[in-house]
């Protein structure tokens, strides 16, 4: 429907640099850096536009002032070229749309990562929806923002009265019912609304019911039904692969009033108790502390020395296998060297091996009740894309000989945990990582503790639903240049 004063805007999305140089166009935007060649000088001309608007969504332009200027500086192929490239930038997340009225924004749809994730919805007057139960709306600076961790894409609301669209989205109606309920906009014929209320499909923030008296498609869906909204947002925010906001060791305070914390804390007057000094533990307890004691995190490995599959059957049986599995009336609890939180054991190890000796690079799963590996995924393009996004580690040449995932089932925790589910699976992650990190010591291997891997990437990678099993961390292992067992 065309409404006088409704237009679409084009903008880049908030943080990204742009940068114009000999027929090509480079965004980037915290850690990514992408780079597009341009078709033509129309195309370049309307890119420059774009890239001159990283400011107020009114001052965007337009979508038909972009093609207007690829039109009147390029050729009769350019506003093809144009849409092709505004197509790509959208799945980058590079772009966004704004929707204004009169001149006046009122809502945009931005893109946070890549929008093919997103369970989109689309949105015809009968289809019967409902919020989904994952949305949450915050403030950022002055703007509304709603945001699920089921997709990539966020939308700002510019005008408040648009929030009583949101408001009435609790129960379920048609799109139809949905937009009668709603007072329009003056002028508008509700066409802003059933936009907004389009985007929200797109976004994956809405639901779909089959009658307005049936339950969700969200909440019969087997894969999403054990998560909660917040265990949901947390991992999505703390992995990579479904956002692109800030991410990871940033150091945002630096050059601010906010100065780094202090480890040591200052002397106070409390009373104090003096400790006495260590003393000799015997045999055992001393093995041990020395492990602990010699426990280093190692990033560089000697290729020329790789591990074996009979090392990383030793590491695997010593510290991860299943020793007993037993039946109660909750289902199966399970025994194995490491603890884990009501015996749930939901954590499952991958391998992701780059040069092992004995054993094909690829990744497996390591099956801990018969101790043997499933190869999941032979070496692919696909499979060296994901393992090289792993770490961030510094010299290609001393990458780790292989990577241990740590996956979990996360039903299987989240079947009996409520609100702390996804904070037992962490903590069970961390008992893991530092049984590891002290085997890895004891075998004359290196080990090191990862945490910001890409969730959704390995799950691609190991062919999983990554709602219902992936990644929460990794474990890197090598052989070290100069050690020996103790
Ligand atoms: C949960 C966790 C996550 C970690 N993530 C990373 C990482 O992503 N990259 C990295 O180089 N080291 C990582 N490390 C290793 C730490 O940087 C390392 O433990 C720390 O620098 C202290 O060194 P040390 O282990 O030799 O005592 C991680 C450690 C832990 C426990």
């Known amino acids: ?78 506003v093809l070229g144009l849409g092709k490239l505004l197509g790509r930038l959208t799945l980058s997340g590079l772009v966004g749309r704004t929707i204004s009225f009169a001149g006046e924004a009122q809502f945009s749809i931005i893109p946070d990562a890549l929008p093919a994730i997103s369970d989109s919805l689309e949105c015809t007057p009968s289809t019967v929806v409902s919020l989904s139960r994952f949305v949450f709306l915050r403030v950022d600076k ?59 499909g797109r976004a994956g923030m809405l639901t779909n019911h089959a009658s307005p008296t049936e339950a969700s498609e969200e909440s019969l869906d087997p894969s999403l039904r054990v998560w909660s909204a917040h265990d949901l947002l947390f991992h999505q925010r703390s992995r990579v692969g479904r956002s692109r906001q800030p991410f990871g060791g940033t150091y945002r305070f630096v050059g601010t009033e906010v100065p780094p914390p202090r480890y040591r804390r200052p002397v106070d007057d409390q009373p104090k108790i003096e400790l006495p000094s260590s003393t000799d533990c015997g045999e055992v307890a001393e093995n041990y502390f020395g492990l602990l004691n010699q426990r280093r995190s190692q990033r560089e490995f000697d290729d020329g020395r790789p591990v074996s599959l009979g090392d990383l059957a030793e590491l695997l049986w010593r510290t991860t296998r299943v020793r007993d599995v037993r039946e109660t009336e909750y289902g199966e609890i399970v025994d194995r060297p490491f603890p884990s939180g009501g015996a749930v054991h939901e954590l499952d190890t991958y391998i992701a091996v780059r040069t092992v000796d004995g054993l094909a690079p690829g990744l497996y799963r390591y099956d801990p009740v018969d101790h043997l590996l499933v190869l999941v995924h032979p070496e692919s393009r696909e499979f060296w894309t994901w393992f090289h996004s792993v770490p961030p580690w510094p010299e290609p040449s001393t990458q780790p000989q292989a990577v241990l995932v740590i996956a979990s089932r996360f039903d299987r925790v989240m079947w009996k945990y409520e609100g702390m589910a996804y904070a037992v699976m962490l903590k069970n992650t961390g008992v893991l990582m530092q049984s590891w990190s002290l085997a890895v010591e004891a075998l004359g291997l290196g080990g090191c503790p990862l945490g910001a891997g890409d969730s959704e990437g390995f799950a691609r990678v190991a062919g999983l639903d990554p709602y219902v099993e992936s990644s929460v961390a990794e474990f890197a292992i090598g052989r070290p240049d100069n050690r020996q067992p103790l």
């Not at 850690?31 to 001159?52: E, I, P």
């Not at 609790?170 to 985007?199: C, M």
């Open 142 to 200: 002055t703007k509304i923002l709603l945001e699920t961790p089921r997709s990539g894409w966020i939308i700002e609301i510019h005008d408040p009265t648009l929030m009583t669209v949101i408001g009435q989205l609790a129960s379920p109606a048609t799109v139809k019912e949905h937009l009668e309920r709603v007072v329009p906009q003056e002028g508008d014929n509700q066409e802003i609304e059933r936009r907004l209320l389009s985007a929200l």
């Open 1 to 78: 429907m065309v409404v006088t004063g409704l237009e679409e805007r084009i903008r880049l999305r908030d943080s990204a640099e742009f940068e114009l140089l000999n027929g090509s166009m480079t965004i980037s935007a915290f850690l990514h850096r992408f780079s597009f060649k341009l078709a033509d000088d129309g195309v370049a001309t309307a890119m420059s536009r774009l890239g001159t608007t990283n400011g107020p969504s009114e001052l965007a332009p337009t979508t038909s002032e972009l093609e207007n200027l690829a039109t009147e500086f390029g050729n009769e192929t350019s």
